[in-house]
């Protein structure tokens, strides 16, 4: 909703009030406009997530008091003033950085989920390596909830799918626990994963949702 | 070729001749039998790798002088007299154990790929885990090359390939770096994985097999 020529603060707060009334979920608010994000909050359901706040201070003081008066969780994105880091400790720092302020205002530590940015490797060679330290070094110090956005990792590539499935794993091997993704692309993939890191004991969860996919595909 | 009344030894012998007049490759020689596995050694052509020997004395006499005499690379199965330890210590004990031997007859460290060994997570629901771990602790510790039986760790599932690729990549991303797959199967996974770790620059290896693959699906 944040394309040009559009009102993000009317059009988000009507996307919201559809969406919840279509869905029974919880709605993740994705925008870096304090005020659009102020309208959507009032009109969602349960408990959503703002997506995002930065480690820029203007962010910081806007977006984090929002957080707190609607008791959301909120994605804090390992950048700052200078931009992306391409260094795991500089954008360690900043998560550091959202987590003491966030705190300081009273938002809960299981509220606060990191994401460390993952770039294409189609124009960074080395970027993905680089989240990848990013996520098992915030692991390791922090312990926080980690996001990441798994499709930019193959922004320019062809099957972007195999890529970001191969990305997937790579980042949940490394500690991230949570995932902006299509979970219809990757609706066994992600449930594979889980069994391999020992959180579906004899992959119950696993077939079971397969056996749903069978089911659907057989109605289709 | 070690199916019950089978003989061995004139069967792998027979079938590694048969490969080697039809493709110009490499074999790897999977056997436990050393009378068969030099049968073999003798039509094999090229460098091959002998699959396996263990940390079991037996096997750890019978099977690197063969290594050595045929200047083959070896691949060694981290159990022991006590089969497969759950432990990842232990199994690195072996693996250190297994590479002792081999240098000390005088086989050289590149030559030697350690194999964690892969359990199936349908009834081992640690097994990945332990893996992943056992890898690591060998990549740290003794920095050798190190080889997974992928396809294992989803024995009685369904959609294997699912699992598998993930596990490709958890394996990949925690320092294997050799696999036993069919390579049909995972493609560009495998190499997508490459693209991640920053070991293909730009993706262009990724890129030149994707176009191999759409031309041969054109032509078919």
Redo the contacts between chains.
Sequence with gaps: VGLPGTNEVEMLQEIVSFIASEEDVPICIDSSNPIAIEAALKVAPGKPIINSVTGEEASLSAILPLAKEYETAIIGLTMGNGGISRDPERRLEIAETIIERALRIGISIEDIIIDPLVLS???E??G??ET?ATIALIKEKLGVNINIGASN?SFG???RQ??N??????A???GANCVITNPRSHF??IR??D????RD???AN??QH?RKLKKQSTTE
């Design positions: 490797v189609a124009t060679t080395q993905a390596l990848l990792v590539f062809p099957t195999t890529i499935e191969a990305f997937l794993a790579l949940a091997g490394s066994l993939s594979s994963i069994i391999l890191l020992g004991p004899y992959g696993y077939v397969y």
